[in-house]
């Protein structure tokens, strides 16, 4: 079952960085980075409430656990890079939802890194074939890799893009 064999293969390193499922021990991390309003103009900013954070994170392992949604740290050898997820996963139609793309301050470089691992993720060992998102409309960083692996882009009238990356795409485009 591929849902095993992603979990035997996490923590994995890909393009530099160590990556692993998130767990307790970052609620304090997440609850920093999320409630900080320079770190997070696109996102939805949180409180910084480790003890909220960390239920959310015991409510996610459930998920995780029926392989509904994954939540990946990052590490260099310094330490703590980032988060993302891979959520509302549809192993019936391969497709899952980019979402929670955030990086510590101070921490230069690492975005291609961190969007290139999550989609070697989604589509090499996961067998997703669409991986998409929305994306508020003038967060040109993170847009950019979208559009660098050629991703189908519509504005919706909120202005966020919903975007779409293919597997045949991305495998073009790398």
Known sequence: MIQDTLRKHIPITLYGLRVRFVDITDSHDIADLRSNKELTP??????????AQEAWIKEYKKRESLDLDYYFAYEDD???V???RLSKINWDDKSCFAASWI???GIKGYGSQMFLA???IAFNMMGMQNLYSEIFKDNHNVLKHWDGYGAIKDLRNDGFFVL?????DFL???
């Open 82 to 84: 980032g988060f993302n």
């Open 103 to 105: 990086k510590k301050p």
């Open 42 to 51: 696109y996102m939805v900013t949180i409180e910084k409430d480790t003890t």
């Open 78 to 80: 310094a330490g703590l």
């Open 118 to 120: 999550r989609c070697e």
């Open 172 to 174: 073009k485009n790398k």
């Open 164 to 168: 779409n990356l293919s597997k045949e």
